[in-house]
C-alpha cells in the first residue's frame, strides 16, 4: 500500500462527507437564517462544502491521467463502466421510486420505457439529480486518452495558462457582471463560440490540475510559511465569495447560491495540497497500518456511498425532518443524518461489491 494511494483515499473520503452535506440543511443555512453572523458562518462553510467535486475531479486526474491504456482499454474500463452505472443506478432508482408511491403512497406513478430513456438522456428522471457527476465524468473518461497527452506535456507556465484562463472565465467575468448589474447596468455577454473547454469545464480543468499538482508539486519541500499563504489563499476565496453573495443579495433581496464556486479552484487547491501534507508529513501515521487500510477501504466504498444516497432520501428523508426538524438546528440535523447515512450506505455498498456484477461497477 503505497503513501500515496492513501493520501489520495483520504481526499475521497473527505469529498465524500462534503458532497453528503451539500444535499442537506446545512448548507443551505445561510439562505433561509436572517440572523448574523450565523448567516455569514454559515455561508463561509458552504463556499468551503463546494469543493467536493473539485476535490473528486482532482483525485481520478491524479488516478487515471498518468496510466498507460489503449483507447479501447479506456473505453471498456472507464466509459462503459460510468454509462453502464448511470443506467443501472437511475433504472434501479425510477423502480424504486414507481414501487414507493403506488405501493406505499398510494398515488399513481407513470412508468414507461420511453419515459425512463428520454429522461435518461435528458438527466431530468426524479430525484436523480444529483447524479449529474456521472455525466460529467462520463464525458471526462471519453475524452481520457486525449488528457492524458495533455497531461503528460504540460510544463509550469501551461499549468498557470490554464489556471489563469479558469479564474477568466470563473472569477473575474461573474464579479464584473455583478459589479456592472449593481451600478445598474447590463451584464457582459460572451459568446458560446469564445470556449476554453478544458479551463472552464470542472470535468477538465479539475483531473489536468490534480495531476499536475500531484506530480509536479514535491509537498515534503514546501515550506511551512508557504502552507500558510496556501491556506490563507483559499481562505481568501471563499470569503471574496460571501462578500459577492451579500453585494447580489443586497441588489435582489435574496440570498442565493451564485457565487458558491467563484474561488471553489483556489480552496481546492490549497484543500488537496494541505491534505496531502498532513498524511505524507505532519501526520505520518495517517497512511500507515491499520488506519492506511481503514481509510482505504473506507475511500474504495465513496463512489457507491455517492449512488445510494438518492435511495435514502427518497424513503427516510420527509419523516426524518417531520421528527427532528422542529427541536433540531439545521447543523445538527445534518450531521445526525451523515452519522446515520454513512455507515449504513458504506456496510450496504461493501455487501454490494461482494456481488460479482455490482463489484466491477461499485
Known amino acids: 500500500m503505497t503513501e500515496k494511494k492513501v493520501w489520495l483515499e483520504w481526499t475521497r473520503v473527505i469529498a465524500v462527507v462534503l458532497v453528503l452535506f451539500n444535499h442537506l440543511p446545512g448548507f443551505s443555512l445561510f439562505m433561509e437564517t436572517n440572523r448574523e453572523p450565523e448567516r455569514a458562518i454559515a455561508m463561509f462553510l458552504a463556499?468551503?462544502?463546494?469543493?467536493?467535486?473539485?476535490?473528486?475531479?482532482?483525485?481520478?486526474?491524479?488516478?487515471?491521467?498518468g496510466k498507460k491504456e489503449s483507447c479501447r482499454a479506456t473505453l471498456i474500463k472507464r466509459s462503459a463502466r460510468i454509462a453502464a452505472v448511470i443506467a443501472l443506478f437511475?433504472?434501479?432508482?425510477?423502480?424504486?421510486?414507481?414501487?414507493?408511491?403506488?405501493?406505499?403512497?398510494?398515488?399513481?406513478f407513470e412508468f414507461t420505457p420511453q419515459r425512463f430513456l428520454r429522461g435518461l438522456l435528458a438527466m431530468n428522471l426524479q430525484s436523480t439529480e444529483t447524479y449529474w457527476f456521472l455525466y460529467a465524468y462520463l464525458s471526462y473518461t471519453l475524452l481520457l486518452p486525449f488528457l492524458r497527452r495533455v497531461a503528460a506535456g504540460m510544463d509550469r507556465p501551461e499549468f498557470f495558462l490554464l489556471l489563469g484562463l479558469h479564474a477568466l472565465v470563473c472569477s473575474l467575468l461573474p464579479i464584473c457582471n455583478l459589479l456592472l448589474t449593481s451600478a445598474g447596468r447590463p451584464a457582459l455577454s460572451v459568446t458560446g463560440l469564445l470556449t476554453v473547454p478544458l479551463a472552464a469545464e470542472k470535468a477538465f480543468f479539475y483531473p489536468l490540475l490534480g495531476y499536475y499538482l500531484d506530480t509536479a508539486?514535491?509537498?515534503?519541500?514546501?515550506?511551512?510559511?508557504?502552507?500558510?499563504?496556501?491556506?490563507?489563499?483559499?481562505?481568501?476565496?471563499?470569503?471574496?465569495?460571501?462578500?459577492c453573495t451579500y453585494r447580489e443579495a443586497a441588489r435582489t433581496?435574496?440570498?442565493?447560491?451564485?457565487?458558491?464556486?467563484?474561488?471553489?479552484?483556489?480552496?481546492?487547491?490549497?484543500?488537496?495540497?494541505?491534505i496531502k501534507r498532513l498524511v505524507l508529513v505532519t501526520f505520518p501515521a495517517l497512511g500507515q497500518g491499520k488506519t492506511a487500510r481503514?481509510?482505504?477501504?473506507?475511500?474504495?466504498?465513496?463512489?457507491?456511498?455517492?449512488?445510494?444516497?438518492?435511495?435514502?432520501?427518497?424513503?427516510?428523508?420527509?419523516?426524518?425532518?417531520?421528527?427532528?426538524?422542529?427541536?433540531?438546528h439545521a447543523y445538527p440535523l445534518s450531521l445526525l443524518w451523515l452519522l446515520a447515512v454513512l455507515p449504513l450506505s458504506a456496510g450496504i455498498v461493501w455487501l454490494l461489491k461482494k456481488l460479482p456484477v455490482l463489484r466491477s461497477l461499485l
Not at 47 to 65: H, I, K, T
Not at 96 to 104: D, K, P, R, S
Not at 296 to 318: N, Q, R
Open 90 to 108: 437511475s433504472l434501479g432508482l425510477y423502480l424504486y421510486l414507481g414501487v414507493y408511491y403506488t405501493l406505499y403512497k398510494g398515488v399513481a
Open 217 to 243: 508539486v514535491d509537498i515534503r519541500r514546501i515550506k511551512r510559511p508557504t502552507l500558510a499563504g496556501l491556506a490563507l489563499a483559499g481562505a481568501a476565496g471563499l470569503a471574496a465569495a460571501c462578500l
Open 253 to 274: 433581496g435574496v440570498f442565493e447560491q451564485s457565487f458558491v464556486t467563484l474561488f471553489d479552484y483556489v480552496a481546492a487547491i490549497a484543500a488537496f495540497l494541505l
Open 47 to 65: 463556499m468551503f462544502v463546494r469543493v467536493n467535486v473539485p476535490l473528486f475531479f482532482m483525485v481520478s486526474g491524479a488516478v487515471l491521467l
Open 294 to 328: 481503514r481509510v482505504c477501504l473506507l475511500g474504495s466504498l465513496t463512489f457507491g456511498i455517492y449512488l445510494l444516497e438518492p435511495y435514502f432520501k427518497v424513503v427516510a428523508w420527509a419523516p426524518y425532518l417531520r421528527a427532528l426538524s422542529p427541536v433540531l
